[in-house]
C-alpha cells in the first residue's frame, strides 16, 4: 500500500487555502527518514479570521435544535464510512503506527458523530426535575461557544472525531488543530467533514480546520472568543492551556501523559504477564499515554518475567507500517527518536532489547530498563521504554504503582479475578484494568477520568459531550418570598 499527502491547507469561513507560514520544523517519513518539507502554519491572519467567523456563527448554531444537529452529525458520520481506510492509511505513513491498528481505531472517527448524534435524540441535554409542588424545573445544557480542539501526533483524527462531535453536538462551533508533525489524515477527515456539514446546510465558521504549531494553539487559547478547550497531549503542553484557559476563567478538558504501572501478581502465568507486557509496549509503538511505563513484578519472577517478555519481543514483526503483517513500525520523528533515546539514557540501569529493527528510518527497538531505583523512574518516557521493579509483598506493589505524580491508567495480572480486582481498588488512576491490556475503555459509556498530572475533568461518550456544555436551571418558584409581607 501506498499512500501521497496532499498539499497542506486549512479551513477557514468557508474557504479551504494553502497553509503558507513555514515553521522550523522538517516534517519527515518514519519509515525511510526522508524530509517532507518543512511543516506549516495557517497565518495570524487566518487565525484572526477564524476566530471571528466562529464567533459571528456561534448564536445561530446554539438556536439550531438538537434535532437538526443530531441529523449534520449522521451525515458526517456517513461520508466519513468509505473514507475510514484511507484515513488510516494517511494516519499509519504519518506515524509510524502499523495500518492494523490505525484501521480499527478508524472506528472511532464515524462512531463519535453518531453516538453524539444518538445522544442529542435521546434527550441528553434537557432534563427535568419534579417538584414537591407539582411544578417542573428543567435543567438546560447549553453551548459554551465556540470551542478548540487540540489533538497530539499519535491518533490524531480519531481524537479529533471524538472531540469536533461532540463540540458540534453540543452547539459550540468547532475549530480543530493536529499536529503539526502529522496532519495529513486529519485533514482528508476535515474535508469530508465540511463538505457533509455544507450540503447539510450548516454555515461557514460552524466548523474550521487550522495548521500549526504550539503558537497557533496558544493564539487560539488565549482569545476571549474561545470559550472552551479539549486538549490531548503532553504534561508540559497541557500545564500552558490550563493556565491561559484560567487566565481566560474559560473550561479546559486535559488528557496529559501517564507512566502507567503493569502489577503482576503472584502465581501469573509467565507467558500471560509477557503478553501483556509486550502489548502494552508495543501498541502504537508505545507511543500513547496508557502505555506501560513501569512493570511490577514479584521478586522471585523477576528473572522470567524480563526473559519471557525479551522473547515475546523478539517474535514481532518491524517493518513498513502499511503492510498489513507489520507488527511494530518507527517512531513518528527523528527528534522524538532522539528524545526518547536520551531518556531511556538518563534513567541508568541495564538496558535490555530482542526485537531487531532497521537501521533506517526512526526504528527505536522496545526495551526494558532493569536496575533502576524506583524514585528515578516517575516520569513518563513516551516511547517503547518501561523499567522493571521487583517487589515482596503486595503492599510494596501498590508503593510502587502509586509512585507517581501521574494516574492515567493501571494494569493488574493474577490468577485469583477477585485478590486483583481488590489490588485494582487501591491503584491511583482513572481507569485500572485486570487482567487485559487492550487499547480499549473497559465500556463505551464509562469515564476516561485522570488522576495527578495525567490530566483535568474527564472525558468520556456522555463526559466530552457535557463539557462543552453549561447547564442553565429554569422553572417557576411560586409559593412565597422568604422576606414578604402582605399588604
Not at 424545573?137 to 499519535?154: K, R
Not at 494553539?217 to 503532553?234: E, I, M, P, Q
Not at 468520556?460 to 422568604?482: C, D, H, Q, W, Y
Request: some cysteine; proline content about 6%.
Amino acid at each position: 500500500m501506498t499512500v501521497t499527502p496532499a498539499p497542506l491547507r486549512d479551513l477557514v469561513a468557508g474557504r479551504w487555502r494553502d497553509a503558507e507560514v513555514e515553521l522550523a520544523l522538517v516534517r519527515e517519513n518514519p519509515l525511510t527518514g526522508e524530509a517532507l518539507g518543512p511543516a506549516l502554519a495557517t497565518s495570524a491572519a487566518r487565525v484572526e479570521e477564524a476566530l471571528a467567523a466562529a464567533d459571528a456563527v456561534q448564536d445561530a448554531w446554539a438556536a439550531t435544535s438538537p434535532e437538526a444537529r443530531a441529523t449534520a452529525l449522521e451525515a458526517v458520520a456517513a461520508a466519513l464510512a468509505p473514507r475510514v481506510a484511507e484515513i488510516a492509511a494517511l494516519e499509519s505513513f504519518a506515524t509510524g503506527v502499523p495500518i492494523r491498528q490505525t484501521l480499527p481505531l478508524g472506528m472511532i472517527i464515524t462512531g463519535s458523530f453518531l453516538l453524539a448524534a444518538g445522544q442529542l435524540r435521546e434527550g441528553w441535554l434537557t432534563r427535568k426535575l419534579q417538584r414537591e409542588d407539582g411544578r417542573e424545573t428543567e435543567v438546560l445544557l447549553l453551548p459554551w461557544g465556540p470551542a478548540l480542539c487540540l489533538t497530539p501526533w499519535n491518533a490524531p483524527a480519531p481524537m479529533g472525531a471524538h472531540k469536533v462531535a461532540n463540540a458540534l453536538a453540543a452547539g459550540c462551533p468547532a475549530i480543530l488543530k493536529a499536529s503539526e508533525y502529522v496532519p495529513y489524515g486529519s485533514q482528508l477527515m476535515a474535508e469530508v467533514i465540511d463538505a457533509a456539514l455544507r450540503e447539510a446546510g450548516v454555515p461557514d465558521g460552524v466548523f474550521q480546520f487550522v495548521q500549526g504549531d504550539a503558537s497557533v494553539g496558544g493564539k487560539l487559547t488565549l482569545d476571549a472568543r474561545v470559550r472552551a478547550v479539549s486538549f490531548t497531549g503532553g504534561a508540559k503542553g497541557g500545564a500552558a492551556v490550563a493556565a491561559a484557559c484560567g487566565a481566560g476563567v474559560k473550561p479546559v478538558q486535559l488528557e496529559l501523559g501517564g507512566n502507567n504501572p503493569l502489577v503482576i501478581l503472584p502465581g501469573t502465568d509467565i507467558e500471560v504477564a509477557a503478553r501483556a507486557a509486550v502489548d502494552l509496549l508495543t501498541t502504537l509503538n508505545g507511543q500513547w499515554c496508557r502505555a506501560l511505563g513501569r512493570l511490577i513484578v514479584p521478586a522471585d519472577d523477576h528473572d522470567a518475567i524480563v526473559s519471557a517478555v525479551l522473547d515475546r519481543l523478539a517474535t514481532l514483526k518491524p517493518g513498513d507500517p502499511l503492510d498489513e503483517s507489520t507488527d511494530y513500525g518507527p517512531l513518528v520523528h527523528s527528534a522524538h527518536r532522539a528524545l526518547v533515546q536520551a531518556q531511556r539514557a538518563a534513567l541508568g540501569g541495564t538496558v535490555h532489547t530482542a526485537l531487531k529493527v532497521a537501521e533506517e528510518g526512526n526504528f527505536l527497538s522496545p526495551s526494558l530498563v532493569t536496575g533502576v531505583p524506583p524514585e528515578q523512574a516517575v516520569e513518563e518516557i513516551f516511547g517503547p521504554v518501561a523499567t522493571v521493579h521487583a517487589y515482596g509483598t503486595v503492599e510494596e506493589a501498590l508503593a510502587l504503582a502509586n509512585g507517581t505524580a501521574y494516574g492515567l491508567e493501571a494494569y493488574v495480572f493474577g490468577p485469583d479475578e477477585d485478590a486483583a480486582l481488590a489490588v485494582a481498588r487501591r491503584v491511583r488512576a482513572g481507569e485500572v484494568k485486570v487482567n487485559g491490556s487492550s487499547i480499549m475503555s473497559l465500556h463505551l459509556f464509562a469515564p476516561r477520568p485522570a488522576w495527578g498530572r495525567s490530566g483535568l475533568g474527564e472525558e468520556g461518550t456522555a463526559e466530552t459531550l457535557r463539557f462543552f456544555t453549561n447547564p442553565r436551571v429554569v422553572g417557576t418558584e411560586g409559593g412565597f418570598a422568604l422576606h414578604s409581607r402582605e399588604a
